[in-house]
């Protein structure tokens, strides 16, 4: 992971604009998450064409955490019956 | 959950920007959905106050995204041992 100070650099492209995303994550798990979100953007412009690229990210990122919060809420039920 | 079409429509404000969402989902999951990308916008601002409203509603995708990917890691290798 990274030289030295343990940290990578990954370049991504989202809907057709490079960041540059440095952290201890593996490329690959970057790479993966990026194409998640340039995929969501893609499919909500697919559905609201008129929506500028700010307004995609905004509604892509709310439809991630969407399924992250409806997770967390499954995985703690799931502890809770575990506990029983 | 909404009247007669099992729809609700929710106002929610990201980022001083108002959006309205239409879903089968609760007005409450969708303000606590909203909650977390504004949260993570402004946190986001907080540490880079030269990035557009666009970028950081990229990179706050890209938060939630490395949080929901490493979740349903976790909960499939859970799986996993539960199955040995």
Redesign the interface.
């Known amino acids: 992971m990274g030289e030295g100070t343990g940290k990578s650099r990954t370049i991504v492209t989202?809907?057709g604009?490079q960041?540059t995303?440095v952290g201890k994550?593996s490329p690959d798990?970057v790479k993966?998450?990026?194409s998640?979100?340039n995929h969501?953007?893609k499919e909500i412009k697919g559905k609201n064409p008129y929506l500028?690229?700010?307004?995609l990210?905004?509604?892509?990122?709310?439809n991630?955490?969407?399924?992250?919060?409806k997770?967390?809420e499954e995985?703690h039920n799931t502890k809770e019956k575990d506990g029983e």
Do not use: R, T, W
């Not at 500028?52 to 307004?55: E, L």
């Open positions: 989202i809907y604009q960041y995303i994550e798990h993966e998450v990026a998640l979100v969501k953007m500028d690229s700010g307004k990210a905004v509604l892509a990122a709310l991630i955490g969407d399924e992250l919060i997770l967390k995985k």
